[in-house]
């Protein structure tokens, strides 16, 4: 198969000068989560949902000064992205997409952009929905977090992993799931253009195997179940590689945790898919 054959055509695209309010609406509208950028008929840049949550981290005075969704697009694009041609083969591809860590290609001929290939269009296609095994081989730890952590503590640990992160309850049982779509598409500005602030309780303890006392949290942007989803598609260990394909294209995502009961055993990404198709 080839880029042709499973690119999405025609392709949403944007302005350097419009605003990223507007990329974030043209992405909840048409679910996608990447848009190129052109100036006129050329080609500028890349800008993703990615660049939307890592936005929302960014400590620079510009952001202090301005939201996120009064920012340019062409502050916060990549420039110069990638391209190929309808020709390049999908394991071609795939492997671009691993090399650069990148998950959508524009695909251009004689300089004009005739469609895009996500890993969405990969995961979608019958060179994936071939693979076979079980799923031991591609499944990875899991980081977890607290439901009750604030939204920066969450920024920080998907700035520190680069991954999806596994919100679980105090007993250690799973609660959601925090993915990059919930930080690029959380409405995190209240009506002053703010961080919601909130007053939660968390557990501790007084001393080492102490007594578990409440702590107070004040004043904190909003916490993890206010951005988790939820519930959270699992599957068993012993799955096949083409059950947790036909879940993620089912249910639009891109991870499945691996649970026995409400045991986490670990998570299966999609680039670990994508990875089986660049061999």
């Known amino acids: 198969m080839k880029a042709s054959d499973i690119m999405t055509s025609p392709v949403y695209v944007v302005a350097p000068a419009d605003h990223m309010a507007y990329v974030r609406n043209l992405m909840i509208k048409h679910r996608i989560s990447r848009c190129p950028v052109l100036e006129g008929t050329v080609l500028k840049g890349i800008v993703t949902k990615k660049d939307l949550a890592r936005g929302l981290h960014q400590l620079e005075p510009i952001w202090r000064r301005r939201p996120i969704d009064r920012i340019p697009v ?35 001929e004689k300089d004009e952009i ?81 961080l919601p602030e909130k007053h939660v309780q968390m557990l501790r303890s007084e001393e080492i195997a102490g007594r578990k006392m409440l702590r107070d949290v004040t004043e904190v942007s909003a916490i993890t179940e206010d951005v988790m989803s939820r519930p959270v598609i699992t599957i068993a260990p012993d799955a096949q590689i083409s059950e947790v394909v036909t879940l993620m294209n089912e249910h639009t995502i891109n991870s499945v945790v691996v649970a026995i009961d409400n045991d986490l055993k670990g998570i299966v990404k999609r680039d670990d898919i994508i990875k089986e198709v660049a061999k």
């Open 74 to 108: 062409e502050l916060m694009m990549t420039p110069d992205p990638i391209t190929i041609k309808p020709g390049l083969r999908v394991n071609a591809i795939a492997s671009l997409m691993i090399e650069h860590d990148i998950s959508g290609l524009p695909v251009k």
């Open 114 to 194: 005739v469609g895009i290939v996500t890993k969405s269009d990969i995961m979608n296609s019958k060179t994936v929905q071939d693979l076979s095994g079980d799923i031991s081989r591609l499944m990875k730890p899991v980081e977890t977090i607290s439901r009750y952590h604030s939204l920066d503590h969450v920024l920080d640990m998907m700035a520190t992993h680069n991954d999806k992160i596994v919100v679980v309850n105090n007993n250690g049982t799973l609660a959601g799931i925090i993915t990059e779509s919930n930080i690029a598409f959380f409405t995190y500005m209240d009506k002053r253009r703010r």
